[in-house]
Each structure stands twice: as C-alpha cells, then as structure tokens.
Nanobody
Framework: QVQLVESGGGLVQAGGSLRLSCAASGSTFSTYAMGWFRQAPGKEREFVAAITWNGGSTNYADPVKGRFTVSRDNAKNPLYLQMNSLKPEDTAVYYC???????????????????WGQGTQVTVSS
C-alpha cells in the first residue's frame, strides 16, 4: 500500500513559480512510475506530467511544456513538480499519482495509476 501526500500549493501571481512536492509512504515507491494531474472546477482531471521509476524519462502535456518540470529523488522519497511562468489557466487542484505496475511505461491517462494523493490547490491570479 502506498499513501501519497501533496504539498506546496498556494496563491501566486501570473508569471510566478511554485514547487509542488509529493511524499510517499511505502518502501517500493522507488520502483513506481509517477504522474501529476490537475482538475479545475467543472472540468475533468487532466494529465500534467509523468516520470519513469528512475527519472530517466519524462513526458508533459502540451500546455505545460517548457514551463513545468517533473523530477524525483528516490533516496528521499518525494516527487516534485516545478512550475514556472504560471498562468491563470493553471489554476486547479493538483494530484500526484503512482502506478505499481512496474512493467508499464508512465501513462498520461488517470486509469494508468492506482494510488492518488488528496490534492493541493494552486491558484494563479491575473
């Protein structure tokens, strides 16, 4: 069983930066592909970024490419999402997710993940 807890959300002005963290319990976290998703009010949960178990490969949704960076530190257990040049349309609840099916590559679909955090609110003001 893995429990995920996000932190680092908040209110920031457009053009600003935030770094989200995702702390995971469970000794096998380091073998899981991880992802970040977000959900704005009235919208479906959407993919933001994903990373392989060793950090060797990442992929991003088009709206965040060049602005967001996903990384991980398996020795310390957390997952990160560095968000720069934030825009009002980035406002959402951000979730981290883990996929224990280690034979699968990181997915851009919510169905590709088993464990989810409770989310952290990011609000970008114009």
């Amino acid at each position: 069983q893995v429990q995920l807890v996000e932190s680092g959300g908040g209110l920031v002005q457009a053009g600003g930066s935030l770094r989200l963290s995702c702390a995971a319990s469970g000794s096998t976290f380091s073998t899981y592909a991880m992802g970040w998703f977000r959900q704005a009010p009235g919208k479906e949960r959407e993919f933001v970024a994903a990373i392989t178990w060793n950090g060797g490969s990442t992929n991003y949704a088009d709206p965040v490419k060049g602005r967001f960076t996903v990384s991980r530190d398996n020795a310390k257990n957390p997952l990160y999402l560095q968000m720069n040049s934030l825009k009002p349309e980035d406002t959402a609840v951000y979730y981290c997710a883990a996929n224990p099916r280690v034979w699968e590559p990181p997915s851009s679909a919510p169905s590709g993940y088993v464990y989810w955090g409770q989310g952290t609110q990011v609000t970008v003001s114009s």
